[in-house]
């Protein structure tokens, strides 16, 4: 794996909560992503980072917030959680944009709200 | 839209047989494809990409065809081994410039 942690692995929270998903990388790449991940539906972007402060919605952002202090931190918050967000939330992180980049994936966390 | 399909959600092989594993895309301004695998609760893992201005690219034991008039992608994995067995996304740039993933193909194999 390249450099990539997440935490919690797994979570069990309740409808309405918050939620704080954390994503650590070691290799100082520019860009992170965080993505879910649900049958029949593949991978989807939620939020993406292009620097410290710089965030992008991807194409399921609605009820996600994130956040990025630092290069190695990327946090994904769900305000008030809903069942619809059970789901396994994955990390990925490339040097730059996906014009030519792979993107290496984290381990992933899963979340169910019950 | 886009789109990025699998023409069979499930593929069986033989230990040692060839494997063949499809995508079609939608999105003929994507210059960029990549191949993952997707073990059992892993993250997935990159294979190997292709850029537009080429047509096939070879790995070890993977090969990658990109066929850019009918839009279709191709991944090869030779002389298959029980380790391969997984889910085996394709994803292609998207628009917004990010990556856009298909829903993946189980590939199963059989000793």
């Known amino acids: 794996d390249a450099g990539i942690t997440q935490s919690p692995r797994h979570k069990v929270t309740e409808t309405g909560t918050p939620v704080t998903l954390r994503c650590h990388q070691t290799?100082?790449?520019?860009?992170m992503y965080w993505y879910r991940q649900d049958p029949g539906h593949g991978l989807r972007l939620i939020h993406y980072?292009?620097?410290?402060?710089?965030?992008d919605k991807g194409e399921v952002s609605d009820g996600y917030s994130v956040s990025r202090s630092k290069t190695e931190d990327f946090l994904l918050t769900l305000e008030s959680a809903t069942s619809s967000q059970t789901s396994v939330y994955f990390c990925?992180?490339?040097?730059?944009?996906?014009?030519?980049?792979?993107?290496?994936f984290g381990p992933g966390t899963r979340l169910t709200v019950t | 839209g886009e789109s990025v399909g699998l023409h069979l959600p499930t593929l069986s092989v033989q230990e040692g047989d060839n494997s063949i594993i499809n995508c079609a895309y939608s999105?003929?301004?994507?210059?960029?494809f990549i191949w993952y695998k997707q073990e059992s609760g892993k993250g997935p893992q990159f294979i190997i990409d292709?850029?537009?201005?080429?047509d096939k690219r070879q790995g070890q034991r993977v090969t990658v065809l990109l066929n850019k008039t009918v839009k279709h992608l191709s991944l090869q994995i030779a002389a298959t081994q029980p380790g391969d067995s997984a889910v085996y996304f394709c994803?292609?740039?998207?628009?917004?410039?990010?990556?856009?993933f298909g829903t993946g193909t189980r590939l199963t194999v059989i000793p």
């Open positions: 290799e100082n790449h520019r860009y």
């Open positions: 292709i850029r537009s201005n080429m």
């Open positions: 980072s292009y620097g410290v402060k710089d965030t």
């Open positions: 994803a292609e740039n998207s628009r917004a410039n990010n990556l856009f």
């Open positions: 999105n003929s301004a994507s210059d960029y």
């Open positions: 990925a992180i490339s040097e730059s944009g996906a014009g030519g980049y792979e993107q290496y």
